[in-house]
C-alpha cells in the first residue's frame, strides 16, 4: 500500500513537470506580450529600425509560408501514404522507405535549412524566396504527414475495401472513394499539426526565405518574406536596445497561430470522430 | 481442349494454399445456373476459402496461391490474364458481416454503377430503384434514401448490401454466411428474398445453419478438412447422405 502511494506521487509529480513549462511559458507570453497587441502592431511594418512600429510582414510572411508548405507537402505526403498503406508489398524496398521517413523526422531543422539552401536556392535557382522556403518547409513536414495519413489509412475497416472490391471497382476506385474519404480526418490532422510546427521554425528558412527587413509585403513567391520566427530571433540578438515589448508581443502572436492551429486540429479530429460509427 | 459446362459453374480439381497452408484440396464441383446451392461444414473447413475463389477475392490475400481451374459457363476465370475487376462485376458478393459504406443509402447502392460509369442521375435513381425492390426493402427506405446507411437495422442494412450487389447486375451472387449475424425475422426475409433471387441468379451461399441450407438450397456441397466430401441434392444430404461423415454432421454428432 506505501509503495503503491510513493509510486503514484511519482507519477503524479511527473505529469505535473510536464504541465509547468507550458503554463508558465503561456502565462509569460500573455501577461508580457498582450500589452504590446494593439491595432497598430498587427497592421503595420516595424518602424524606426525595428525599435517601433507593428510586425505585419512577418505575420503575412508566415501565413504565406504555412500555406505554401501545406500545398507542397499535402499532395506528396497523401500520395506517399496511399502508396505505403494500399499499394505497397512488404518487402526490402518498403522497410528501406519507412526507415527513410523515420529517419527524415529525425534530421535536424537546420540541416533542412543548409539543404534548402544547396537544392532549391542556389541548384533550382529559386533565390530566396517563398518557394524555396515553402519547399524546404514542406520537406520537414513531410514525416509527419506521411505517418498521420498512412494510421489514418490504415484505420479505415478492411470490410469497406473488400465490400468495393467485391463489386467490381478497381484498386484505385476503392481507394479514391472509399479509402481516403473515410480517412480525411486524421489526414488533416495530420496536416495541420505538420504545418503548425514547420510555421514555427527558424532554422529552415534562415538561408532560403526570411529577410531582416521588408518594408513591403512580398508580391510573388520569387519574393523573400519576413516571418515571425525569424523576426523574433532578429530583435533579440540583431538589434541592439529592441524594446523587449515588442519581442514579447511577437512572440505572444507566434504562439497564437501556432496553438490555434493546434486546436483546429483537435476540434478537426473530434468533430470527424464523432460523425463515424463504424 | 478443356471447356466450361454450359449453365453452370464448374470447378476441376481446385487447390488453394495459405502460405504453407493446405486450405483446399482438389476441389471439383458442378454448381448449376440459376439456382441456390449450399456450402456447409465445420468452421476452417475451407468452405469460405471455396467461396471466394469464385470471384477471386483470395488474390487479395497476399501469401495465397491456388490451382486448378473455374469455368463460369465457357469462360475460364483462373485463366492467367483474367480481368478480375470484370469477373466481380459479374459475380457479386455478400458479407458475413453487413458493410455498407459510410455514404447514404442512395450512394451505396449506387456506388457500383458509378464505378462502372453511370452518370446520368435519372438512370441511376431507376437502378437504385429497381435493386432496392428487389432486394426487398424499397417500401422501408424510399422515403430515406439520403438518410446514412448506418442508421439502418443489421438486418435492413444487410439487404441493402444485397440491393448493393445487385446493382451492378451479376449473373452470380455469392453469400459468406449473410444471416449469421442477423435475428430470425431478418434471417426469415432474407431467405424469402433468396428464393426470388434464384429465378436469374445463381445463388452460392456458406452457411453455419443446417436448417437454413435444408431450407434454401437445391444443391448442398459437404466440406471437412479442406476436401468436398459429398455434394448432392439438398433432399439426399440432409436425409440420406451416402458418406458417414456428412451424416454425423448434419445429425449434429459433430462440428
Redesign the interface.
Known sequence: MVKQRYIFALLGASTIFVVLPVIGVIYLLISRGLPALSWTFLTQPPTHMMKEGGILPAIVGTVYLTIGTAVFALPIGVLAAVYLSEYA??GRFTRLIRLAIVNLAGVPSVVYGLFGLGLFVMLFRFGASILSGSLTLAILTLPVIITASEEALSAV?Q??R?????????KW?TTA??VLP?AISGIITGLILGVGRAAGETAPILFTVAAFYLRDLPRSIYDQAMALPYHLYVLSTQVPNAPPRIQWGTALVLLIIVLGMNLIAASVRTRFRRA??? | MVTGVPNSISVRDFNVWYGDLHALTNVSIEIPFRDITALIGPSGCGKSTFLRGI?R?ND?I?SARSTGEIWIGDRNITAPGTDV??????V??V?Q?P????KSIFDNVA??PR??GTTDRSRLSAIVEGSLKRAAIWDEVKDVLHK?A?ELSGGQQQRL?IA??LA?EPQVMLMDEPASALDPISTLKIEELMHELKKDITIVIVTHNMQQAARVSSFTGFFLSGELIEFDESSVIFTRPHDKRTEDYVTGRFG
Open positions: 508489398k512488404p475497416p470490410s469497406f473488400e465490400a468495393s472490391l467485391a463489386l467490381g471497382a478497381t476506385q472513394r472509399v473515410n463515424k460509427k463504424w | 470471384n477475392m487479395l497476399p475487376v470484370e469477373l466481380r462485376k459479374d457479386g458478393m458479407f458481416r458493410n455498407p459504406f459510410p456506388y457500383g464505378v462502372h446514412s448506418f448490401c448493393r450487389a451492378v
